[in-house]
Every structure is written in C-alpha cells, then in structure tokens.
C-alpha cells in the first residue's frame, strides 16, 4: 500500500520557519519526482515545490522561491520542506505528493499569525 504521511506544521509567527516532513512507504521511492502542494482556505491547491527523482532538479512556485528549501533522502524514503522567513499568505494545509500522481496524505497545517 502506498502511503504518504506529512508531519511537523504548526503556528509560528510571521518571519519565523517551520520544517516539514514526509515519510514515503509502498513505492520505489528514488524513482518518481515528489512535490509539496498547499491548499488554503477557499483556494485552489498550489504547487509549492518539486525535486526531480534524483534531487538534481528543483523547482519553486515564485510565491516562495528564496525562502523555501525542498530536499529528499532516497535512503530514508522522505523528502523535507524547510520554510524560512514565513508569511500569514503562506497559511494552509501542506500536503506530500508523488509529483503527477493522485496519491495524497493527510497533509498538515501551516498557520502564520501574529
């Protein structure tokens, strides 16, 4: 069984950072692209970040590039989004996927208030 399980949003004040992780299962990990996409209240879900199979490869939404960081470690079957200098626009909830699949976690929330 395919499984994706994201971990570690929570509440942090604008400016601060928050570190996400996805712990991947069921699939040979090292082989696809993975993505973090975000959907906020009302919205439409948004691409936030890809890495290419390999990590060689990363791509940003213009909405964070400069102050998201997207990483994997095929060892360990995770990818990590680390988020720096967060605003109140970046709150939602922050999901995992296997980049062009309809494959999704439970995702987790990303709240920025002061």
């Known amino acids: 069984e395919v499984q994706v399980v994201e971990s570690g949003g929570g509440t942090v004040q604008p400016g601060g950072s928050l570190r996400l992780s996805c712990v991947n299962s069921?699939?040979?990990?090292?082989?696809?692209?993975m993505s973090w996409v975000r959907q906020a209240p009302g919205k439409e879900r948004e691409l936030v970040a890809r890495?290419?199979?390999?990590?060689?490869?990363?791509n940003y939404a213009d909405s964070v590039k400069g102050r998201f960081t997207i990483s994997r470690d095929n060892a360990k079957a995770t990818v990590d989004l680390q988020m720096n200098i967060l605003k109140p626009e970046d709150t939602a909830i922050y999901y995992c996927?296997?980049?062009?699949?309809?494959?999704w976690g439970q995702g987790t929330q990303v709240t920025v208030s002061s």
């Open positions: 890495i290419s199979s390999g990590g060689g490869l990363r």
């Open positions: 996927n296997i980049y062009g699949l309809d494959v």
């Open positions: 069921g699939f040979t990990f090292s082989a696809y692209d």
